[in-house]
């Protein structure tokens, strides 16, 4: 004989489900990262098939399709770090109080905002909605222009992937 289940149940268990899927959803889907925000070890922007992580190891990498095209090359520096959008306009990683990579775009206190576009390009933008910085991993038809600059970042391999723009308006 088949039993069934009574609608009490029913209510509980897909309530149930429904606080698990709450509880299961990732720190931070969205893919715009403000001034004073942070992304701690784990965390991350997504836009598409595009993730990009603060790593546990303190390496903060841009993926597409799970394959790393951008990274601060900051992994085993140090430890608990996090990545801290300012609102000067510097994008930085910190160990504790400890400065591990930036982006060198500090400037005047703005509402800046880092964002992961469509066509997978990192960028800062200032409060004019001006691109001050890139990653330069933009793809297809881009809506940014990257100028290339001798801005390199703080990692220690220097190789060419770890290089970023900076971008004048």
Known sequence: MASSLSSPTILLLLSTAALFSLLTTPASADNRLNANQLLEPGQS???GAYLFIMQQDCNLVLYDNGGAV????TNGQASDCV???QN????VIYSDSNVIWASNTNRQDGDYFLLLQRDRNVVIYDNANNAIWATGTNIGNAAVDVIPHSNSTAATTGAAQNKVKELYP
């Open 45 to 47: 922007l997504a836009q």
């Open 70 to 73: 951008w990274a601060t090359g």
């Open 83 to 85: 990545l801290n959008m």
């Open 88 to 91: 000067d306009g510097n994008l």
